[in-house]
């Protein structure tokens, strides 16, 4: 049998999985429960002098490999090159892009340096999947290396076209890289267009007639491959949850009210500013909301070094005490603003006491919180989805009310709607929304894409 080995920037080991939010972890460690394997990447700590072997630790039929970056590495490459630079290009943020040329070389170093450690791990006959745009370089770099096991690599996060990627000085470099990988998946069909364009338009390559793509002299499959949930899963803790201290908590102090929650990390990809203005102009527009209704906002804090990222906690502070002032009374406020990382069981008993799931991302690969709130639903009584047609989800969750984030008024209108859905036609809706969660689960992602990398043609153009 082959052996599956996944590399990520980030590794969720074991011991710290609570204490850190993101889907990529979650979708992976999912994956690799079910497959078995190795799961290669960083520990998420600096050290002043990391070991030159990985750290190996052996849990559930995974083995996990992790490597130390050193702090100055963690900056250029973390800090700067993969969430500086990287992440807002492809959440098509030309703005907010801060290039340097000592961070590109960090990133090609690290990237470098992961392969140097998967050509003495990697066995002959192993699969490997490389995940998300801080690894864009490693497919080139293994190749460099003389590894000629089966490579599929997955984007994470949203593909803008060339007009917006070229902007980066290593676009060449970094889809060359790609152009190594015997399989490159994408969230959703706008990103692989994206893919397909550079490949037609800026590389000069082709399509061929089984929908292969030629570019940088190899040839390629590319497809798309939409990250599910785990949806039993998030039942099961949906319903434990209402056992739960912190869950009756919240429930109890809303009390007859309805509940709206956005939980998101703290990242200006997610909205997070327009979507308290909605909340404000909504209560503005129909004041007979006040103290019918509340907004628990959970932002878990993410690449607090980055610049950007402080400013917008800044941002989100000013913002949530803006509209508090103006709408609480002496016995109520509308927003209830919660900076830390909550478990997902815990997160999963929220979900279901809420009435509606506000997912209002200005730009996301996917956005698993959409499809977990979806899930967390009591059958009987389910709440609503408000989600951003610029979210990944939007592609298949046709039950939501889907808004322009950009859009405030539209926005304020969805949650009027959502907060007087009747029974029915919520019922109806969550119905919908299961059945596309239940045909694309987390299993049919990592299978399709794992499927359909075992089964490509492996041949240069
Ligand atoms: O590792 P961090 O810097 O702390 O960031 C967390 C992860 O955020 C991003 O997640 C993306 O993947 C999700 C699952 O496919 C998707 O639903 C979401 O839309 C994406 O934003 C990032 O891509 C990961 O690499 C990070 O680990
Ligand atoms: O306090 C939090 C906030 C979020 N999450 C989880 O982090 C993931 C976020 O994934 P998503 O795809 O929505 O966005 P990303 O953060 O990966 O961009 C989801 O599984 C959430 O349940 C969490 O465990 N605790």
């Known amino acids: ?109 690290i990237n470098a340096r992961f392969a140097d450690h998967l050509a003495t791990l990697v066995r002959p006959g192993d ?9 864009m370089a490693l497919p080139g770099e293994l190749r460099l290396r003389g590894l000629r096991n089966r490579i599929g690599f997955f984007l994470h996060i949203p593909l803008p076209g ?14 060359g890289s790609l152009a190594e990988a015997d399989l490159v998946g994408f969230q959703t069909e706008s990103d692989l267009r994206a893919f397909r364009d550079y490949a037609l338009y800026e590389a000069g390559g082709s399509q061929r007639p089984d929908g292969a793509i030629e570019m940088f002299g190899r040839r390629l499959r590319a497809g798309v491959f939409p990250i599910g949930i785990d949806v039993e899963e998030m039942k099961a803790l949906a319903v434990e949850a209402e056992n739960d201290e912190e869950v ?20 200006y990809s997610k909205g997070i500013l327009n979507r308290i203005d909605a909340v404000g102009e909504l209560l503005t527009t129909r004041p007979d909301y006040r103290n019918r209704i509340t907004f628990v906002q959970i932002a878990a804090p993410s690449r607090i070094d980055v610049a950007r990222y402080k400013k917008l906690r800044r941002e989100i502070e000013g913002c949530a005490g803006r509209v508090n002032g103006k ?38 690969g996917m956005n698993l919180v959409a499809k977990e709130y979806v ?27 889907i808004v322009n984030p950009f859009d405030q008024v539209e926005m304020a209108e ?16 969550w119905r919908k929304l299961m059945g596309a969660l239940q045909r694309n689960d987390l299993a049919t992602w990592s299978d399709s894409f794992l499927d359909t990398l075992n089964t490509s043609e492996r041949a240069a153009a």
């Open 127 to 135: 699969v490997i999947w490389i995940h998300d745009y801080q690894l």
């Open 327 to 364: 709408h609480a009374e002496i016995d109520w406020v509308p927003i209830r603003y919660l900076n830390r990382v909550f478990p997902r069981r815990q997160l999963a008993g929220f979900y279901r006491v809420a009435r509606v799931g506000l997912v209002t991302p200005l730009r996301d």
């Open 1 to 109: 049998m082959t052996r599956l080995i996944v590399v990520s920037n980030r590794v969720a080991m074991p011991r710290d999985r609570a204490a850190r939010a993101g889907g990529l972890a979650v979708g992976v460690l999912s994956a690799l429960k079910r497959s078995g394997g190795m799961w290669f990447g960083w520990s998420g700590e600096t050290s002043e002098s990391p070991a030159p072997q990985p750290k190996v630790v052996k849990s559930g039929g995974i083995t996990y490999a992790t490597i130390d970056f050193t702090a100055d590495e963690f900056d250029a490459y973390y800090n700067g090159y993969c969430n500086s630079t990287l992440w807002p290009l492809l959440h098509y943020r030309l703005g907010l892009v801060e290039h340097s040329r000592q961070n590109q070389d960090a990133y090609m170093r």
């Open 162 to 175: 060339p007009e917006i990627f070229c902007a980066l000085p290593a676009h060449k470099q970094l889809m």
């Open 414 to 429: 969805a949650l009027d709607q959502a907060l007087r859905m009747p029974l029915p036609e919520r019922q109806e809706r």
């Open 375 to 401: 899930a967390a639903q009591n059958p009987s009584d389910p709440g609503v989805l408000v989600l951003s047609r610029f979210a990944g989800a939007a592609r298949d969750m046709k039950g939501a009310i």
């Open 248 to 267: 009756r908590r919240l429930a109890d102090s809303i009390s007859s009210r309805q509940l709206i929650i956005g939980v998101d990390r703290l990242d």
